[in-house]
């Protein structure tokens, strides 16, 4: 592990925490504009942040320790998430601790606990929210590991900074099977993020309400480390996204002028996907439950397609 | 020819069956007919692809045709019949769509698997999309035994046919001429017999489910 590698993942890391919260302003940004409200200003979420640090915390009388712990692991996980997908370099340390299936697996460590703190207390938004976030998240991580599967696949190998790597370095080839991927991974990433087909960010409305309802009863930090860590996740699926289907522009290992070029890059692609994701949110209307199922089957099978794709066509 | 050729081809092949597997779980009949429309420039798409990498200029007349007929000429039509037949907003009521994907799936393995050994004797520059082109076929076949609206089993026919046509320019760079005229003209008269059809069986039934033909009997 050398003294750039290092450097390179506290780069990445300080980038997460912070353009996480940026890229959700922006998103805000955007679905205000195109519905023809005043935007909140770019640094809302940061505000927003600020001040729930500094209110109090109030928990209720019967919460056991797994619902105080699980805000700092939910974060804990997100965070790492999005260390070990390649956003600027692909030369980071942590990469070979964890592949493309660990990282499904932090995000499904991170549901877990969520859920489990969401039952915890015993109201029944809660106990509602986690039994619905089950749901979604079952369907959805088979649909995002065949994603996954289809990449590592092409090339030869589960681990994100390999695959980044020799999908950014390649001669131009169209491959279908990755557009059939793209599709799929975009879908499960507006049900993972709780975007608008499948649930409403901005909703308290009790009979509709996925995320909001699992973190109903938090309040003062613990609700700012669980929306930290949800835009945290939004950032992680973004660039999870951006590496597998748009790899351009992520430095290799001791490049050092690619890696100053890196920054501008990324934050242009984040800048279109999240105009993009705004645009789908303003587009589509939200679905009824019972439809989630259909709609992340569907992903499924993209996926599936994918991989047949490619084993068929070698491409 | 560059190396760009085949992978055009694969891109418009999987195209195809991404719009074969929307029509099998497409609701709306307006959407149904729209994703034939796109199912039929995906295929003039490969067709010209094939037919500009390997000089085959006769290709070049049947994605013409293609063209004129399965984007422009068909679609129209059938656009035409259902608003006249007062369906146009009809939502017909798929049961279990995840099943029938799943269903469309193992078709999807069982085409590809099929497919391999043949497409070895094929000296195409396609010939990998054989087992696209017979998904597509079996997919339609499956869209056309699950609806019980006449309209989508029509549109199930002609999508059928959509995938016998991209397998004969994908292994073969296409039939004659005159058969490709010939099938041609047969989809466009069985289009015009289909469409006078599907007014009889509302006229007879007062409704387009075709599940009132089974009980067909003199009273």
Known sequence: ?315 | MNALTPQLVNLFASALLLIAFAMLAQRRIVTLINLFAAQGLALVGSTVTVALATGQTHLLYSAGITFALKVLLLPYILHRLIRRLNVKWDIETLINIPTMMLVGIVLVVFAFNLALPISEFSRSIARGTLGIALACVLLSFLMMITRSKAVPQVIGFLSMENGLFFAATSATYGMPMVVELGIALDVLVGMVILGVFLFQIREQFDSLDIHHLEKLKDE
């Open chain 1, 1 to 315: 592990m050398s003294f750039e590698g290092v450097a390179a993942q506290l780069l990445a890391m300080l980038l997460a925490l912070l353009g996480a919260p940026l890229l959700s302003g922006w998103v805000n940004q955007c679905r205000a504009w195109l519905q023809n409200r005043t935007a909140p200003p770019l640094l809302q979420p940061f505000r927003m942040l600020h001040k729930l640090f500094w209110k109090e915390s109030v928990i209720a009388h019967d919460a056991t320790p797994i619902y105080r712990l699980s805000p700092y692991i939910v974060f804990g996980c997100m965070l790492l998430a999005s260390m070990i997908v390649p956003t600027l370099s692909t030369n980071l340390p942590l990469a070979p601790a964890a592949d493309a299936i660990a990282l499904v697996g932090l995000f499904a460590l991170a549901r877990l606990f969520i859920s489990l703190a969401a039952m915890d207390i015993g109201t029944s938004f809660g106990t509602m929210g986690a039994r619905r976030e089950m749901l979604i998240g079952f369907l959805a991580e088979p649909a995002f590991l065949m994603v996954l599967f289809t990449a590592s696949l092409i090339s030869n190998s589960t681990s994100l900074a390999t695959i980044v790597s020799s999908l950014a370095h390649r001669e131009l080839t169209i491959l279908p099977s990755l557009a059939f991927a793209g599709v799929a991974f975009t879908m499960v990433s507006l049900a993972e993020n709780a975007r608008v087909p499948v649930d409403n960010p901005a909703t308290h409305l009790e009979l509709t309400m996925i995320h909001e309802a699992l973190v109903l009863e938090y309040s003062g930090r613990h609700l700012a480390l669980l929306e930290w860590a949800a835009s945290l996740k939004l950032f992680a699926y973004s660039c999870a996204g951006l590496a597998l289907f748009l790899p351009w522009g992520i430095a290799e290992a001791n490049d050092h002028t690619a890696l100053l070029l890196a920054l501008p890059v990324l934050a242009a692609k984040l800048a279109v996907g999240g105009f993009l994701l705004a645009l789908i949110e303003t587009l589509s209307a939200k679905m009824r439950i019972f439809r989630v199922p259909e709609f992340l089957a569907t992903a499924f099978l993209l996926g599936v397609l994918a991989l047949l794709v490619h084993l068929l066509l070698g491409a």
